[in-house]
């Protein structure tokens, strides 16, 4: 069963706009969230992470929300800009060292201009 | 400026063969993880290793295995190649507890 998911596989927003994109998990140990972006035949690059203490972590334009009762997370990004376009990866590790990293399947950000 | 290097970009192999796909990092880093991406599927984890000579199975271990002989150097092995192994495959590495993680570059890896 997935422990990471992003259910909406796809996203369009207008340039300018704010792109909002969804996270869920199931596993209560998990601690540490991360996302991801990445452009086809590339490795994914890190964007962002926050921390289970916190409930909100916030960079240039992007900014990550933590619900933790909901077991929920929400990468805002703001103004988005075409070169946003890509996959986005959401990410979330254990509070034990050694452990795993486990992606959600992506969602597809399209920014038109 | 951190680095995870993968041996090869792009890959051609046929059916049957034993492959073996090197990834290297130079930032000292105790874990290091293989994932496979395929559309619609995201990034799926094949194996990861937290320390040298160590090693977990993660969501599909199967038709693969791994070597972590030396801290920065982690290779996923295809036993037999198979075309439904055909894939993008992803390196990357991370401190002992994951608060980030950094990728390499990916192979492309077509069994034929």
């Known amino acids: 069963d997935q422990q990471v998911k992003q259910n909406s596989p796809s996203l369009s927003v207008q340039e300018g706009r704010i792109s909002i994109l969804n996270c869920d998990y199931t596993?209560?140990?998990?601690?540490?969230f991360l996302w991801y972006k990445k452009y086809p035949a590339e490795g994914p690059t890190f964007l962002i992470s926050?921390?289970?203490?916190?409930d909100k972590n916030e960079d240039g334009r992007f900014t990550v929300f933590l619900n933790k009762s909901a077991k929920h997370l929400s990468l805002h990004i703001v103004p988005s800009q075409p070169g946003d376009s890509a996959v986005y990866f959401c990410?979330?590790?254990?509070?034990?060292?050694?452990?795993?990293?486990?992606f959600g399947k992506g969602t597809t950000l399209s920014v038109s201009s | 400026d951190v680095k995870v290097t993968q041996s090869s970009r792009y890959l051609v192999k046929r059916t049957g063969e034993k492959v073996f796909l090197e990834c290297v990092q130079d930032?000292?880093?105790?874990?290091m993880f293989w994932y496979r991406q395929d559309p619609g599927l995201g990034l799926r984890l094949i194996y990861f290793?937290?320390?040298?000579?160590?090693?977990e199975k993660g969501d599909i271990p199967e038709g693969y295995s791994v070597s972590r002989e030396k801290k920065e150097r982690f290779s996923l092995i295809l036993e037999s190649a198979s075309t439904n192994q055909t894939s993008m495959y992803l390196c990357?590495?991370?401190?002992?507890?994951?608060?980030?993680?950094?990728f390499g570059q990916g192979t492309r890896l077509t069994v034929v």
């Open positions: 596993n209560s140990m998990f601690d540490y």
């Open positions: 290793s937290y320390d040298v000579k160590m090693k």
């Open positions: 930032m000292d880093h105790e874990n």
């Open positions: 990357a590495s991370s401190p002992y507890r994951v608060t980030e993680a950094f």
């Open positions: 990410a979330a590790s254990g509070n034990q060292a050694g452990t795993a990293l486990i």
């Open positions: 926050i921390s289970s203490i916190k």
